[in-house]
């Protein structure tokens, strides 16, 4: 039986309608319970891994943090809300899981540094304590389209929590627990992917708003430009069924395997392997596999508002011109702050449950998109 605070998240009303219009009405937002908490994970010079070419591995890592929570919670029929932040993840988690979940991405994090050297920071902060420290947190649920629900985050609490637990000393080791590291789903068998209008760049896109109080009015009119200048989510999103192509390459099989397992056998690259050129086959041949491609691009998380806008999307050169134009004027009023990035493709991770066919897909630009772009806002912070 759930605790009482448990199941807050899933039974939260379901918004519909234009998100630009959501974010205005505060009455669709609610604060989130003190018995919940703040999960971060982030990799240790995740720029320098990018620029040493090892990005799939930093998506790989950062998506396998959210993996490891969604086997824990929905073997526990727990819904929990998640952010993918390229090299790292944020996830809210009630206090009946979060032993379960720390002692997961501890055994992921050791996998990392093992497998891989990165060393993945793993920290958590109660809300209560943060919200007594003055922070603020309030969350909807979102149906963006037929397919994808998504939370959305107003307040500064995921942000402290990120700064509090990438300037403290690591934490404890949890004692050793009976549940083990469980990362089945995790995919990332998609090759680069480039844009669906040749000649159009990916451009990866962090705003932060100057206050609290102003994120909903400020996000508003920002997503009402981005509509404006490159269109709607169907229009600017990267991902496209002409351009996706599952990658065959044994070497990035053996790290997915690496990634999922203690032990790695030739078997299992092996088996990887094989269900790439399967799944490349039932992709393009079939009417279920074209069904799925359309949910995955549906299901692909283009945008995500923690606080924070953040989202990946195409267009033209001319139409980022225009847009960095409009976001300059406002960080020149103090209005705001952004990173950003620009790149020829994007790179997709996915997590896939054969069980329940549940599937959600992580999406970040080529070449690091969202740790450059976070790097150069954190310059101007």
């Not at 089945?184 to 680069?192: F, I, T």
């Not at 032990?263 to 088996?271: E, G, L, P, Y």
């Not at 847009?323 to 896939?352: M, P």
Request: glycine residues 6%; aromatic residues 8%; contains cysteine.
């Amino acid at each position: 039986m759930l605790h009482k605070n448990s199941s807050f998240y899933s039974q939260l009303h379901l918004h519909y309608g234009a998100l630009h219009e959501l974010l205005l009405d505060e009455t669709a937002f609610t604060e989130v319970p003190k018995e919940w908490n703040i999960i971060v994970t982030d990799i240790k010079n995740s720029t320098l891994a990018v620029q040493e070419g090892k990005q799939q591995l930093v998506n790989l890592a950062a998506t396998g943090s959210i993996v490891a929570c969604l086997n824990i919670s929905r073997a526990k029929g727990i819904d929990i809300p998640f952010f993918f932040g390229g090299d790292g993840a944020t996830l809210l988690v009630p206090d009946e899981i979060l032993p379960d979940c720390l002692y997961a991405l501890q055994l992921h994090q050791e996998r990392c540094s093992l497998s891989f050297d990165f060393f993945l920071r793993v920290g958590h902060r109660n809300v209560s304590q943060l919200k007594k420290q003055g922070a603020q947190l309030k969350i909807a649920r979102y149906k963006r389209n037929d397919l994808h629900i998504m939370p959305i985050i107003l307040g500064d609490a995921l942000q402290i929590a990120e700064r509090s637990i990438k300037e403290s000393e690591p934490q404890d080791a949890m004692e050793q627990m009976t549940y083990n590291l469980n990362l089945q789903g995790m995919e990332c068998k998609w090759d680069k992917i480039k844009p669906p209008q040749k000649g159009n760049e990916v451009l990866t896109l962090i705003i932060s708003a100057a206050t609290v109080a102003s994120q909903s009015e400020l996000y508003s009119e920002v997503l009402k430009k981005i509509d404006l200048i490159y269109g709607e989510d169907r229009i600017r999103h990267p991902l496209s069924a002409g351009k996706l192509k599952m990658v065959h390459h044994l070497s990035r099989f053996k790290n997915e395997v690496k990634m999922k397992y203690k032990k790695v056998t030739s078997r299992q690259i092996a088996a990887n392997w094989w269900l790439s050129i399967a799944g490349s086959i039932f992709a393009k041949y079939t009417r279920p596999g074209k069904n799925y491609i359309h949910d995955l691009i549906q299901l692909t998380e283009t945008l995500l508002i923690d606080g924070s806008i953040n989202t990946v999307i195409t267009g033209e050169e001319s139409q980022r011109k225009e847009l960095l134009a409009y976001l300059d004027q406002l960080e020149g009023e103090n209005k705001l702050k952004y990173g950003y990035y620009t790149s020829s493709s994007s790179i997709l991770s996915c997590f896939v449950t054969a069980l329940d066919d549940y599937h959600i897909h992580f999406l970040d630009g080529d070449n690091g998109g969202y740790t450059q772009a976070s790097k150069v806002l954190k310059a101007k912070m």
